[in-house]
Nanobody, 129 residues
Framework: QAQLVESGGGLVQAGGSLRLSCAGSGRTFSPNVMAWFRQAPGKGREFVALVTRIAWNGPSTFYADSVKGRFTISRDNAKVTVYLQMNSLKPEDTAVYYC???????????????????WGQGTQVTVSA
């Protein structure tokens, strides 16, 4: 059974940085798409960023407009790990951040959380003003 485990959350002041990690485990677990979502109190789960495993010209990334230019997603396929480097953090980035994986063979990535079969337990990110 595949599992995802996040780490790296915490409390940071506005303008600061954090780096989240998400390690996947499980026999033959090598998802095409790995992504980050977040959920603030009282709100739905929001797409943050995704990265594909293989594309003809290398991994592809896609970002929500709210984080574009501030966050960077990357992955280490050998370790089945995805990272989220978060810079210039704002109080509105405060949320529980979830790692997700889509292991379907033909998946190309989507911002729809229902398309992801595997989820981590979440890690809290709090940005103070």
């Amino acid at each position: 059974q595949a599992q995802l485990v996040e780490s790296g959350g915490g409390l940071v002041q506005a303008g600061g940085s954090l780096r989240l990690s998400c390690a996947g485990s499980g026999r033959t677990f090598s998802p095409n798409v790995m992504a980050w979502f977040r959920q603030a109190p009282g709100k739905g789960r929001e797409f943050v960023a995704l990265v594909t495993r293989i594309a003809w010209n290398g991994p592809s990334t896609f970002y929500a407009d709210s984080v574009k230019g501030r966050f960077t997603i990357s992955r280490d396929n050998a370790k089945v790990t995805v990272y989220l480097q978060m810079n210039s953090l704002k109080p509105e980035d405060t949320a529980v951040y979830y790692c997700a994986a889509d292991a379907r063979p033909l998946s190309t990535g989507t911002n729809n959380p229902s398309s992801y079969e595997y989820w981590g337990q979440g890690t809290q990110v709090t940005v103070s003003a």
